[in-house]
């Protein structure tokens, strides 16, 4: 039996040696996609980087893994295309899908039962972890979210496989596919660490899904290109400097690691303590990173999109004071506020699983205030974000807020 992995990615190294790790024991070769999509290729040049091949920490951690590898790089058209070709280049019998974010906990003796079975593919038990001993679970279910994980290649196309996959399309769209018999149990938990990325990394993430999400319908704060499909992301460079967006970008929900759970329950991991223990460093990592990332909110100005959400990851007591003093926290605004309204985003280990709590916010002729005081912390909760609306007098929908002291 061989059995190649394939990676899709493109810059996203925070949690990829660890990754790797989990899955290296049960691959005979690794095949890297490496590279971003051609719609943002010349926004990402722009912004300096290179659309066709990671940087250098991505090839780190690969080269860490230990495993036969190919690099294929690219630029490629959409997932699609570039899940495909990963999927295609594999030697292997058996494919194993690999993710950046991804932590495998393999079920050996349930992973021999499904090669000994003949079925076409394996799923895994994909939940979101929230923090170390919680995970984000299904409504009204005791089963966890399952996806793919292994396929078999003889059974199993390039094209048909995508059909098995959690994929983010927007504006494209996937074939109709047979979907090929799945092997009954679970051959694996992933602790899926998608909100755990730091700001280096998760930045990249917030880009893709505002840029996907705009090329279906466009991008509503700049009115030239509002209500129409972004076609190439540069177009935004005609309104606004490249590396002013992606600024921006750090204040993105997706940077600040909250999740909806949509009334969804939120419960305790079923890994061990002792597994959970290679878990426990990227949660810190992930801290300290947000702890950073507030001192520098008041060591220099962040650009902001207004009339876009700000959120800001205040889970830890250190990031909270790192911008709140005597209770409350300043942003000096570029140009006056015409409005502004806060809340605090609770997740929390019971009914009803989140919480969202108004926050009281003073204008003021430079900036906001806005009085954490006010808010009664929920008794035990796992995460805290604070989502900030702000529209200026200014029309111009890139401006600049920085933390003073209150």
């Known amino acids: 039996m061989r059995v190649s992995g394939y990676l899709s990615i493109y810059n996203d190294w925070d949690l990829l040696a660890p990754a790797l790790r989990s899955a290296a024991p049960y691959l005979d070769e ?9 719609w943002m290729a010349e926004l990402l040049r722009q912004m300096g980087r290179r659309p066709e091949r990671s940087e250098q920490p991505v090839r780190d951690a690969i080269a860490a893994a230990g495993l036969p590898v190919r690099i294929i790089e690219s630029v490629w058209a959409n997932e699609l295309e570039k899940r495909r070709a990963g999927y295609e280049a594999c030697c292997g019998r058996y494919v194993l899908r690999l993710d950046a974010d991804e932590i495998l906990f393999v079920d050996e003796p349930k992973l021999e039962r499904f090669l000994a079975s003949g079925a076409a593919v394996a799923e895994m038990e994909m939940p979101t972890y929230i923090v170390p001993g919680f995970i984000h679970g299904s409504p009204d279910s005791a089963e966890l979210p399952r996806q793919a994980l292994l396929f078999d290649r003889t059974q199993v196309s390039a094209e048909e496989h995508l059909s098995h996959l959690w994929l983010v399309l927007t504006a494209d769209r996937l074939a109709p596919a047979e979907r090929r018999p799945v092997f009954p149990d679970p051959i694996a938990f992933n602790a899926h660490l998608t909100t755990w990325r730091t700001p280096r990394t998760a930045v990249q993430r917030a880009l893709f899904y505002s840029l996907n999400w705009s090329r279906q319908h466009g991008v509503a704060w700049i009115e030239a290109l509002r209500g129409r499909p972004l076609t190439d992301a540069a177009a935004l460079t005609q309104h606004i400097p490249a ?22 329950p939120i419960r305790g991991t079923p890994l061990s303590p002792v597994q959970e223990e290679v878990l426990l460093p990227l949660h810190a990592q992930y801290e300290q990173s947000h702890l950073a990332l507030n001192r520098r909110l008041r060591e220099r100005p962040r650009r902001m999109i207004q009339t876009e959400p700000i959120c800001l990851d205040l889970s830890g007591r250190a990031s909270l004071e790192a911008l709140a003093s005597s209770g409350a926290i300043s942003l000096d605004l570029f140009h006056r506020p015409r409005r502004a309204k806060a809340e605090l985003r609770f997740m929390l280990p019971y009914p009803p699983w989140q919480a969202r709590q108004p926050v009281p916010v003073t204008l003021r002729a430079s900036g906001i205030r806005i009085d954490l005081s006010a808010v009664a912390e929920p008794e035990g909760f796992l995460r805290r974000v604070l989502v900030l609306d702000v529209s200026l007098e200014s029309a111009y929908p890139i401006q600049t807020m920085q933390c003073v002291g209150s």
């Open 30 to 38: 690794l095949v890297v996609v490496d590279g971003a999509y051609s």
């Open 243 to 264: 590396a002013a967006f992606l600024e921006a970008m750090l204040s993105h929900r997706l940077v600040s690691g909250h999740v909806d759970t949509a009334g969804e």
